[in-house]
């Protein structure tokens, strides 16, 4: 394991308290054991999003149809 010294002090008050927030959220996060991992499911969904979608016949409404209420 690495140790690395930071000198807070060159840093202003605000600075520091967020410093410590951020390095209590890491601690936080990473002691947290995974409660539960889904295993990859191979779908068909993947291949649904990356397929085009074509419709005949589609008219692209002008602004005023599209901003009608």
């Known amino acids: 394991m690495m140790n690395h010294t930071i000198e807070l002090d060159v840093l202003p ?3 520091r308290n967020e410093l ?3 390095y209590e959220f890491l601690l ?3 002691r947290q054991q ?3 991992t889904p295993s990859p499911v191979k779908a068909d969904f ?3 999003l990356s397929t085009p979608i074509f ?3 589609f008219v692209m409404p002008d602004r ?3 901003n009608a209420r």
């Open 13 to 15: 008050q605000k600075a």
């Open 20 to 22: 410590s927030e951020y």
């Open 28 to 30: 936080y996060k990473y």
């Open 34 to 36: 995974p409660v539960f």
């Open 46 to 48: 993947d291949e649904f």
């Open 55 to 57: 419709i005949k016949d």
């Open 64 to 66: 005023e149809a599209r």
